[in-house]
Nanobody, 123 residues
Framework: QVQLVESGGGLVQPGGSLRLSCAASGRTGSSYAMGWFRQAPGKEREFVAAISSSGGRTYYADSVKGRFTISRDNAKNTVNLQMNSLKPEDMAVYYC????????????????WGQGTQVTVSS
């Protein structure tokens, strides 16, 4: 069992930056691939970024490429999402997810989820 807790959400103006963190605890969080997803009101949960257990592979949604960066610190069992040049359409609840084997953009393939952190982009 892996427990995930997100932090770092908040209110930011368009063009601003936020850094989300996901702390993993329980069964060796560092051996899990991790992903970030988001869900806006009335919309389906969508893929944002993912990183392999070693950190050697990263994947991004086209909508965030060049603006968001996913990284991990396995010594601290954390995964971060640096979000720059934020747009109003980035506003959503952001979720961290983990899976022992899968790294990719399908939310149904991840076994563990955090409770989410709200990101609001507004002037």
């Amino acid at each position: 069992q892996v427990q995930l807790v997100e932090s770092g959400g908040g209110l930011v103006q368009p063009g601003g930056s936020l850094r989300l963190s996901c702390a993993a605890s329980g069964r060796t969080g560092s051996s899990y691939a991790m992903g970030w997803f988001r869900q806006a009101p009335g919309k389906e949960r969508e893929f944002v970024a993912a990183i392999s257990s070693s950190g050697g592979r990263t994947y991004y949604a086209d909508s965030v490429k060049g603006r968001f960066t996913i990284s991990r610190d396995n010594a601290k069992n954390t995964v971060n999402l640096q979000m720059n040049s934020l747009k109003p359409e980035d506003m959503a609840v952001y979720y961290c997810a983990a899976d022992r084997y899968y790294v990719g953009d399908r939310p149904d393939r991840y076994d563990y989820w955090g409770q989410g952190t709200q990101v609001t982009v507004s002037s």
